[in-house]
């Protein structure tokens, strides 16, 4: 097994691995920026090193610097956790160049699924159904032509990185052009790659996503699917696992499909595709995140699997010793994502120093953070402070442990989003399962549609 691991990520998901690699005996180097000196991160980790300024340009994406630390501190393999350099394939060829081993797929993946427009092809030769749309568009004219056979309302998309970032919804061909334009601009500052392509906007749609693990063998594991239908923005809010929508034949059907296109591309480690599921016609492919997602904790709690220790162990080559068959989801489990935003002031990011914070505990309570009493919270990074999940036997459970969790949870000194996450929980299509990708939306404009829980 690895001797030293280095991570190359911040906030809860570099304290998520380190503890995973404590728990394997592996040593571990944290890098951070200048903004993060006293970020938990830093101070769990057996070695630390500053890499740059506060901007993510200064340190964590900069590239030569993450390699000249863990070259100076003998680490034999690299994790980039979710976002930053994690979907990154030429960090990951340096790493293969620079004897590193990069904790994920191969470069080769990465590209690949990485350009929306190439995933798309690759799952259509794998025969896995997609939405209707477009390849690569040359302007907004040929937009506007293709627009019309495919008919509105229709989805610009980037071909290039995530977050719901170089995203347009079109509801009219008037509305098309300026939206084309903004679309790239936001795909060029965001990704530096300005294509987009159309997709037919699909409507009262559930947002589903396997987990799957791959090893260098070709063995493929579908770990269940993850429901993120609550989201704002095409920001997910809120998972849980398993989807009340999916009965077995439909996961089974999931599985087999999800399957097939992972061995086609012949990825290893672990990864995501997401589907879009209208009930009726099936599922359709949006994407596959060649990374740990941030809600993998969800699958963790109804697999008892350790994700991120499974990624180390098959990056050094280990084979997979379970099959299938031996996958069975046990219990719901439910995450919220509690964010440093202010949910009554358009969501404005907050920063500042919590003064006091309270986590809920209890059996089958889990908070992902790396916040403490006193910590301040810088203005460069994401808003996302810390994820709540719990588990327990059956969905109902969890809803009235997850309330019960949010309720008691005090973070006090910034603004957030927990009493935004108690409304999802008491909306009546929430608590029915029958919930789509508008529910949130709807509750903002309509906050009277809602329920207690029960």
Request: charged fraction near 25%.
């Amino acid at each position: 097994m690895f001797r030293k691991i280095l991570v190359a990520n911040r906030g809860e998901i570099a304290v998520r691995i380190i503890r995973a690699c404590k728990e394997m005996g592996i040593l571990t180097v944290a890098v951070f920026s200048t903004a993060d000196r006293d970020a938990l991160h830093v101070s769990l980790a057996d070695e630390s090193y500053c890499i740059g300024g506060p901007s993510v340009t200064e340190s964590y994406l900069n590239m030569g610097a993450v390699i000249t630390a863990a070259v100076v501190t003998g680490s034999e393999a690299i994790h980039p956790g979710y976002g930053l350099l994690s979907e990154n394939s030429v960090f990951a060829a340096l790493c293969d160049q620079c004897n590193i081993v990069f904790i994920g797929p191969s470069a080769e993946s990465i590209a690949m699924m990485g350009d929306k427009n190439e995933a798309r092809l690759a799952m259509i030769k794998a025969n896995v159904p997609v939405i209707p749309g477009t390849e690569i568009l040359a302007d907004p004219d040929e937009a506007e032509r293709r627009a019309c056979d495919i008919g509105y309302p229709i989805l610009i998309k980037a071909r290039s990185g995530g977050g719901g970032r170089g995203i347009r919804l079109v509801k009219a061909k008037d509305e098309l052009r300026r939206n084309f334009q903004a679309a790239a601009a936001e795909a060029e500052k965001a990704f530096g790659d300005p294509g987009l392509y159309l997709e037919k906007y699909l409507t009262g749609v559930k947002h589903i996503e396997m987990q799957i693990l791959a090893d260098k063998s070709g063995n493929v594991i579908c770990l269940g699917e993850r429901d993120c239908s609550a989201q704002r923005r095409n920001q997910k809010l809120m998972e849980e696992s398993p989807s009340v929508a999916i009965d077995d034949a439909a996961r089974a059907e999931l599985v087999g499909i999800t399957t097939a296109a992972v061995k086609s591309i012949g990825y290893h480690n672990a990864g995501t595709i997401e589907y879009l599921y209208d009930g009726k016609d099936g599922f359709y492919f949006m994407e596959m995140n060649t990374r740990l997602q941030v809600e993998h904790p969800v699958t963790e709690m109804v697999t008892g699997i350790d994700l991120v220790q499974w990624q180390i162990r098959i990056a050094y080559g280990l084979v997979i010793p379970f099959t299938q068959q031996d996958i069975e989801l046990k219990g719901h489990a439910i995450e919220c994502r509690i964010n440093a935003e202010d949910p009554e002031h358009d969501f404005r990011p907050q920063c500042g120093t919590i003064e006091t914070l309270h986590i809920p505990g209890g059996p089958g309570v889990r908070f992902d953070s790396a916040v403490y009493r006193g910590y301040a919270i810088p203005p460069y990074y994401d808003s996302m402070i810390g994820k709540l999940i719990v588990h327990s036997g059956s969905r109902s459970e969890a809803l009235r442990k997850m309330h019960a969790a949010l309720c008691e949870l005090v973070i006090g000194g910034i603004a957030h989003n927990a009493d935004l996450q108690r409304r999802i929980l008491k909306d009546k299509r929430f608590i029915s399962g029958k919930y789509d990708t508008g529910l949130i939306s709807s509750m903002i404009l309509k906050p009277e549609v809602r329920t207690d829980v029960k």
